[in-house]
Structures are given as C-alpha cells and as structure tokens.
C-alpha cells in the first residue's frame, strides 16, 4: 500500500471510488473489459485520478484484446518499479506525482509505435477530451492533437 499519512488515506478515501482508492492506492486491478476507458476511441488525454497530471493521450491509444486500456507510450514519464506479485516478474508504472499504481508495461505492444504496451487500470485514470481540454486547463496540450491534423 502506498506511504501516507493516515489523514491524506482519510481524505482520499472520501475523494474516489472504492475501485479508484484500491487500484491507486492498494495496487489493485479492475476487471478486464468491465472498466470505463476499455474500449473509449475517443480523442482527449488522460490523466492521474488523484493528482490530475497528464499522462497519456489518446493519440498513442490502441486496442491490445486484453480489456484494459492500452497505450504505446506516456505523455509524461512514469515510475517503473519491478512486480514480482503473483508468481510473475513484470514492471509495474506509477504516476510520478502521486505515486498512484497505474498499471504494468509490457514488450508486446505495436512495433511500429516502440514496441511497448502500457496496459493501464480505467480506474487510475480520468479522461478529458479534446474539447474541453482547454475550460478544464489543458490547453498547452492540443498541441499533440495539432500534429496530426
């Protein structure tokens, strides 16, 4: 479980969802193909549920088959901390800011792209479309959305 005060736990408890405080917080998983961005093709960023630092764009989305989340890469870096859980290595993602578990990354994803498949819990993220980037204070950011039009 992450390193907080019992106070900052208490009041992030009352901040997020049950699924939302164990993924960040108790390094939980959210059911494949049962979580809110899965499937989301829409355009936008996604950032940590806690802190609200940017993380991924949706431009660098893909669709894995594993049911959750897939990018190809961060907009912003990562923590990565070895997972030896469950009888496996892989390598745990953390948000820098919040030090919220994010997911896992693993080498399987498009090889055009890097290579790399950011699989990632709906529940650590909040989604932002391009829309309202800007009213929601993310404007330096459609500039990503910029370069493919």
């Not at 961060?74 to 390598?91: Q, W």
Request: aromatic content about 12%; hydrophobic content about 35%.
């Amino acid at each position: 479980m992450s390193k907080r005060t019992k106070e900052e736990l208490k009041a992030l408890k009352k901040q997020l969802t049950p699924m939302q405080f164990h993924v960040t917080l108790e390094d939980g998983t959210e059911p494949a193909f049962y979580n809110e961005y899965w499937d989301n093709e829409a355009e936008g960023i996604y950032v940590d549920v806690i802190s609200n630092e940017v993380l991924f764009s949706s431009l660098d989305k893909f669709d894995s088959g594993c049911g959750w989340p897939s990018f190809s890469k961060p907009v912003a870096p990562l923590t990565k901390n070895t997972d030896r859980r469950y009888g496996m290595s892989r390598i745990e993602v953390r948000s820098l800011s919040s030090d919220a578990h994010l997911g896992h990354v693993f080498d399987d994803g498009p090889l055009d792209k890097g290579g790399l498949r950011y699989c990632i819990n709906s529940a650590a993220l909040r989604f932002i479309p391009k829309a309202d980037m800007a009213k929601e204070g993310y404007a330096s950011y459609l500039k990503l959305f910029n370069k493919t039009e």
